[in-house]
C-alpha cells in the first residue's frame, strides 16, 4: 500500500511571505499522480495542483508551485505571494495510474496565513 | 459546473439507529468514493466504486456498507450506528482512467461538501 506523509502539522506565514509544504511518498510504481487539495473552512475540498509522475517538469498554477523529486519521493507546494484567503488545511495526495483505484492521502497541514 | 451533492451537512443520529449518507453527481463519473475525515488522522478510504452495482473495500469499511443502484448515485449505510462513528464524512467522483486520458488526463476527484455525522 502506499503511505502519505505530512510532517508539519500546522504551519504559519505572514501575508505576502512564501511558504513550503511538505509530502513524501511511498510506492514501488513508476508511473502515477500527485495531487495537492485545499481545504478551507468552509469544508470544500479544491483541488490546487496536480502532477504526473512520468512529467519531469514541476507543474505550476499562478501563485502555487511544486517541486517533484521522483527519486527522492517528494512532493512540495510552494505557495507564493500568501494571501489571507489561503488560510485552509492542506492535503497531499497519491493516485496509481489503474482505474478505480482510490486517491491515498496525508493526514494533512494546517496552514494559516496571518496579516 | 460539475458539481457532488451530498444530502445532509449536518447530521445527529442516536446509537443503533440505520443511518443513510446519500451523495449523488451530475458529471458522468464512472467512479464514486466515501471518505472520512477525522482530526490528525486525514482522510481515510471507507469504500469505493468503479461501476454501477460494483463496490470495493477501502481502508476501514468495518461498520459501513454502500450502495450503488445507479450510476450518478452512492449511498453510505451505518448498518447500526456508534459513537465512534462521529465524523466528517465526504464523498468524491472521477472520471475512470481509460476516460480521464480523453480529458487531459484529468484524474482529480471533485468532492461534495461533507456531511458531518454526530452519533449521541
Known amino acids: 500500500a502506499q503511505t502519505v506523509t505530512q510532517s508539519q502539522p500546522e504551519m504559519s506565514v505572514q501575508e505576502a511571505e512564501t511558504v513550503t509544504l511538505s509530502c513524501t511518498y511511498d510506492?514501488?510504481?513508476?508511473?502515477?499522480?500527485l495531487f495537492w487539495y485545499k481545504q478551507p473552512p468552509s469544508r470544500q475540498m479544491i483541488l490546487v495542483i496536480r502532477q504526473e509522475a512520468y512529467k519531469q517538469q514541476n507543474a505550476t498554477e499562478n501563485r502555487f508551485s511544486v517541486n517533484f523529486q521522483k527519486a527522492a519521493k517528494s512532493f512540495s507546494l510552494k505557495i507564493s505571494d500568501s494571501q489571507l484567503g489561503d488560510t485552509a488545511m492542506y492535503f497531499c495526495?497519491?493516485?496509481?495510474?489503474?482505474?478505480?483505484?482510490?486517491?491515498?492521502f496525508g493526514k494533512g497541514t494546517s496552514l494559516l496565513v496571518t496579516p | 459546473d460539475v458539481k457532488v451533492t451530498q444530502s445532509s451537512r449536518y447530521l445527529v443520529k442516536r446509537t443503533g439507529e440505520k443511518v443513510f449518507l446519500e451523495c449523488v453527481q451530475d458529471m458522468d463519473h464512472e467512479n464514486m468514493f466515501w471518505y472520512r475525515q477525522d482530526p490528525g488522522l486525514g482522510l481515510r478510504l471507507i469504500y469505493f466504486s468503479y461501476d454501477v452495482k460494483m463496490k470495493e473495500k477501502g481502508d476501514i469499511p468495518e461498520g459501513y456498507s454502500v450502495s450503488r443502484e445507479k450510476k450518478e448515485r452512492f449511498s453510505l449505510i451505518l448498518e447500526s450506528a456508534s459513537t465512534n462513528q462521529t465524523s466528517m464524512y465526504l464523498c468524491?467522483?472521477?472520471?475512470?482512467?481509460?476516460?480521464?486520458?480523453?480529458?487531459?488526463?484529468?484524474?482529480?476527484?471533485?468532492f461534495g461538501s461533507g456531511t458531518r455525522l454526530t452519533v449521541v
Open positions: 468524491a467522483s472521477s472520471l475512470s482512467s481509460d476516460s480521464a486520458r480523453r480529458v487531459d488526463f484529468n484524474y482529480g476527484y471533485t
Open positions: 495526495a497519491f493516485r496509481p495510474p489503474n482505474s478505480g483505484y482510490a486517491l491515498n
Open positions: 510506492t514501488s510504481e513508476n508511473n502515477y499522480y
